[in-house]
């Protein structure tokens, strides 16, 4: 059993910041690229920032520059610092992660429940 736990989001005024953590755990082999994907009301879901094993990140052109993603492998954690926030990032952000499971013989992708990231004066 793999679960994803994110946490850290909430409302925050544009040109504020805001962290979020997605944490895996449970029957762990190994865990390949984590990343971040948002969906806003009426949007289809769209890809944030990823990043591999080994560290290599990839963003969406519209959150390069503010945004950052990184990650701690010790603890199956994967981070967003969101900065300079805009109100065009109010989303539902999810992280979604490869994970290999303990017994399984292939890596399947895990979805976390999403977290509400609401930019508004």
């Known amino acids: 059993q793999v679960q994803l736990v994110e946490s850290g989001g909430g409302l925050v005024q544009p040109g504020g910041s805001l962290r979020l953590d997605c944490a895996a755990s449970g029957s762990i082999f190994s865990i390949y690229t984590m990343g971040w994907y948002r969906q806003a009301p009426g949007k289809q879901r769209e890809l944030v920032a990823d990043?591999?094993?080994?560290?290599?990140?990839d963003y969406a052109d519209f959150v390069k520059g503010r945004f950052t993603i990184s990650r701690d492998n010790a603890k199956n954690t994967v981070y967003l610092q969101m900065n300079s926030l805009k109100p065009e990032d109010t989303a539902v952000y999810y992280c979604?992660?490869?994970?290999?499971?303990?017994?399984?013989?292939?890596?399947?992708?895990?979805w976390g429940q999403g977290t509400q990231v609401t930019v508004s004066s």
């Open positions: 979604k992660t490869n994970i290999h499971a303990s017994g399984k013989l292939l890596s399947l992708p895990y």
């Open positions: 990043i591999t094993r080994d560290g290599t990140t």
